[in-house]
């Protein structure tokens, strides 16, 4: 794919963002058009691709990640400054606007990132052959993107960080704690059967 521009896809992905969200609340709604790349490795060592600083409410992204990763994980963080405080929420509205934004990249890296959560429920064969269904260009994207996670995860860091996140989520009335996040392909499933997303 030509024209892999992850700064203008993460501005696309906010407009898209800002013009959805304006219509479901029915006031509108001003998100940065870009996201804050951190020092690489900084957040993969955690296990996280990304996060909304609670103190600066800015999205900030691991500058480790490939392009596709890096925006469709700036998708989600943006989800966050949109209002979308549950992680399955974040995701929902991610996948919406990512997909349905100008920018070509744009839509690729979510569509991606978003059949990847989807097949992730299959089991063996049937994930091999989804797996297989993808075109070069994207396995090549995947596979970079396991390589960056690799490269720089510390395991004993990011179980720490992740049981952490698994209580604070918790205490902010999400009960399934981290599980959270793989509800977000549910809620576009269900809301692409609905008619309400194409």
Known sequence: MQDREAGRAVSSIASAMTRIVTVWDGSPIELPCRVKPMPKGCLLASGTSG?????????????????????????????????????????????????QADDKFARYACALNAY???IARLKGENFKKALGALPELARQ?????????????????????????????????????????????????GAWRKGLVH
Request: net charge negative; with cysteine; charged share 20%.
């Open 116 to 118: 990847m959560d989807l």
């Open 141 to 189: 994207d995947l596979a970079n993107t396991d390589e960056a996670y690799r490269k720089y995860h510390l395991a004993w860091f990011s179980g720490l960080t992740w049981r952490a996140y698994d209580r604070y989520l918790y205490t902010q009335g999400i009960s399934e704690g981290v599980r959270n996040y793989s509800r977000g392909i549910m809620l576009l499933v």
């Open 51 to 99: 996060m909304c600083s609670p103190f600066t409410l800015e999205a900030l992204v691991d500058k480790a990640l490939p392009d596709t990763e890096f925006v469709s994980s700036a998708a989600h963080e943006l989800g966050h400054i949109a209002g979308f405080c549950a992680e399955d929420e974040a995701t929902f509205v991610g996948y919406i606007s990512g997909m």
